[in-house]
């Protein structure tokens, strides 16, 4: 038996507002599989991820490992292991850098965030991502951006996501910060997490993507054995 795709969407059109920024698009990202989607600025890359994660109206089909997620519910999307970290990074500046990790959790009940603190959860995270452990009595918002984003990246991981979607999660970013970044998406890959990312930078997106998706449009460009492109069927 196939096993389900750890991301698939079908038919996905969505708004800002009164806006119709995606009408009827789909994509699939199997386990371990990292499709990147570029386009310039005002094609709805970001809408995308936000209607993937429930945070604007959207309709059509989103499943996340064969699991029907509901539109407009975020919480029902974390718990079925898809996690964001949005463009914005949306940290609580005044909360400690463990504490901003453990909202992380928050969806999965308050029993799963105090358990957390002993359980592995936060090990591994401080362990993917070690200044984090540096500062973890530290407040959020005395970070410098870089770390501010490895918080955010961190928080998402906390849960440890079936799939996760990066919306320009390199930008602005000094080259040692992004390449943690970079090692992070690799090692996730290997691991088997699916991974949509927001992000143009073409040395990127030919070392790590398995797939490209160009917006506007609605079909998803994948690696052949001699490299990008090749459609899907």
């Known amino acids: 038996m ?6 698939e969407a079908s038919g996905v059109t969505a708004w ?6 995606l009408e009827a ?10 499709v990147f989607v570029v386009g310039a600025n005002g094609t709805g890359r970001s809408t995308l991820v936000a209607a993937l994660g429930g945070l604007v109206p ?33 940290l609580f500046p005044t909360m400690s850098v463990e504490e901003n990790l453990l909202l992380g959790l928050f969806t999965h009940g308050f029993r799963t965030v105090r358990a957390a603190r002993r359980a592995p959860e936060l090990a591994a995270v401080y362990q993917r991502l070690p200044v984090l452990a540096e500062r973890r009595s530290q407040r959020a918002g005395t970070l410098s ?25 390199f930008l602005g970013l000094a080259p040692g910060v992004a390449d943690t970044i970079v090692g992070v998406v690799g ?17 990127r997106v030919a070392a790590l993507a398995d797939g490209v998706l160009t917006l506007p449009g609605s079909q998803v460009v994948t690696r ?6 090749g459609r899907a069927p």
């Open 145 to 169: 951006g870089g770390e501010q984003q490895l918080l955010a990246l961190g928080r998402a991981l906390v849960g440890r996501p079936a799939v996760l979607l990066l919306d320009e999660p």
């Open 16 to 21: 800002r507002g009164p806006r119709l920024v």
């Open 58 to 90: 959207r309709r059509g089909r989103v499943c996340v490992g064969g699991r029907l997620i509901p539109p407009g519910r975020p919480a029902a999307a974390v718990r079925a292991g898809l996690a964001v970290v949005p463009e914005r990074r949306q």
């Open 187 to 203: 090692a996730l890959r290997a691991e088997g997490c699916g991974l949509l990312v927001v992000d143009d930078d073409p040395g």
């Open 25 to 34: 698009l789909s994509l699939t990202v199997a386990p371990g599989e990292a």
């Open 224 to 229: 052949t054995s001699s490299g990008l492109p």
């Open 2 to 7: 196939t096993p389900p795709a750890a991301l």
